[in-house]
């Protein structure tokens, strides 16, 4: 464990500029696309869902800083996303859908009142739902990914910043001693970004390689 608190800092603020980045690849791509259907309804309300329980997690239980502003940039960010999925695609957009984006609202809401009541229990609470949240937000995308044999729409920055992100975490987590969640949860990351990571050489840098140049004449 680390007792410098220079060092402390610097990767507490390496560690969270990874992740408030993150997702500003997808957020360009969904806007020079103009649509977001490379990514999954479920993964786009599961990682919405995460960023939240992150921000209540990490103020009920008075993380560092770096972390605290970090959750408000990434959460701010993750909501541009949910922006673009009724701006772009509002036309696909069907009842069933409404209500799962107006449900999860409702939820989050009550959630967060729990944790205005009793901060260190529902704290706690929220930093265990997050490892759940975390371990199977992206398994609706790893899904569509599959069905579709196909990575349009979904940015290789945006899991690459989150994976490398989650790389770090790992190791910051045990030199802080920051609680179980954190290294449960980041562990997991680093895990399922190397599935992303054999998708995208599988359906896009594996076919590219295989497609024939055919030369002008």
């Given at each position: 464990m680390i007792n410098s608190p220079i060092l402390t800092t610097i990767i507490t603020w390496v560690v969270n500029i990874f992740f408030s980045i993150a997702v500003v690849p997808q957020v360009y791509l969904n806007y020079k696309n103009k649509s977001?259907?490379?990514l999954s309804d479920l993964y786009i309300v599961g990682?919405?869902?995460g960023y939240a329980f992150n921000v209540l997690y990490i103020y009920a239980l008075g993380f560092p800083v770096a972390y605290?502003?970090?959750a408000?940039?990434?959460f701010f960010v993750i909501s541009i996303l949910i922006y673009q999925r009724f701006l772009y695609n509002n036309s696909v957009l069907n009842n069933k859908t409404k209500k799962l984006y107006l449900g999860n609202f409702c939820f989050l809401l009550?959630?967060?009142f729990l944790i205005y009541l009793n901060p260190i229990k529902f704290g706690n609470f929220a930093g265990w739902a997050l490892v759940i949240i975390w371990s199977i937000y992206q398994l609706p995308q790893l899904l569509k990914v599959y069905?579709?044999?196909s990575v349009e729409g979904f940015s290789f920055f945006l899991i690459s910043f989150v994976g490398?992100?989650?790389l770090i975490e790992f190791w910051a987590?045990?030199?802080l001693n920051l609680p179980l969640q954190t290294s449960v949860t980041a562990l997991r990351g680093v895990f399922v970004y190397l599935i992303f990571v054999s998708q995208f050489w599988a359906y896009k840098y594996k076919f590219e390689l295989k497609t024939p140049i055919i030369s002008e004449k």
């Open positions: 977001v259907r490379g990682y919405f869902n605290k502003i970090r408000i940039i990434a009550f959630i967060a069905k579709s044999k490398i992100g989650n987590a045990y030199l």
